[in-house]
């Protein structure tokens, strides 16, 4: 059975760099095959995704996003990263990692989900 | 703003089917995935693409897409599946992943 767990500060201060890691247990994130996501969900609203990454480091982002989101994968520790910067009250949400299925060109979904990380941007 | 579109609230009376609905261009060229999420928990993957329920999830929920129009429906809902459900897919460049706004289940 697949699981994912985030871990990273609860708390980040304006202006500073969100940095969030998912470590994946049950599976290898080398074995290849999936795709590795971060979504959030500000509070009571929906979910919005922000990118994924494949074993390669290969990554597309949320063009909303881009300019202040970096995904890295560690294969070595089967952890991947999240570094969003330049935060504000606006980037308080629940953080999820999740694995990705890319399939056939038309295909995607997300199977298996962390338990979600709350972050709270103040000062 | 959301590339794929759903209505916010939707309630059933126990026992009766409801379709939820998630509209968007993409859908023409791409298939849906949907989540179930329940207060203060993670969303789960309920169904996805053309036919494909994940192991443990009961047969009442089904999909289907017709057009710009992807759907999930349950036959015969019951009091636990009232929840949030969100559609999600490929946008139009087909690169990036987009999530429909979310449809807030009631069971009446």
């Known amino acids: 059975q697949v699981q994912l767990q985030e871990s990273g500060p609860g708390l980040v201060k304006p202006s500073q760099t969100l940095s969030l890691t998912c470590t994946v247990s049950g599976g290898s994130i080398s074995s290849g095959g999936y795709y590795w996501s971060w979504i959030r969900q500000h509070p009571g609203k929906g979910l919005e995704w922000i990118g994924y990454i494949d074993y390669t480091g290969s990554t597309y982002y949320n063009p909303s996003l881009k300019s202040r989101v970096t995904i890295s994968v560690d294969t070595s520790k089967n952890q991947f990263s999240l570094k969003l910067s330049s935060m504000t009250a606006a980037d308080t949400a629940v953080y999820y990692c999740?694995?990705?299925?890319?399939?056939?060109?038309?295909?995607?979904?997300?199977?298996?989900w962390g338990q979600g990380t709350l972050v709270t941007v103040s000062s | 703003s959301s590339e794929l579109t759903q209505d916010p609230a939707v309630s059933v009376a126990l026992g009766q089917t409801v379709r939820i609905t998630c509209q968007g261009d993409s859908l023409r060229s791409y298939y849906a995935s949907w989540y179930q999420q329940k207060p203060g928990q993670a969303p789960i993957l309920v169904f996805y693409a053309r036919n494909n329920r994940p192991s443990g999830i009961p047969d009442r929920f089904s999909g289907s897409s017709s057009g710009n129009t992807a759907s999930l429906t349950i036959t015969g809902a019951q009091a636990e599946d009232e929840a949030d459900y969100y559609c999600n897919s490929r946008d139009s460049s087909g690169n990036h992943l987009v999530f429909g706004g979310g449809t807030k289940l009631t069971v009446l």
């Open positions: 999740a694995r990705t299925n890319l399939i056939s060109g038309t295909t995607s979904y997300f199977d298996y």
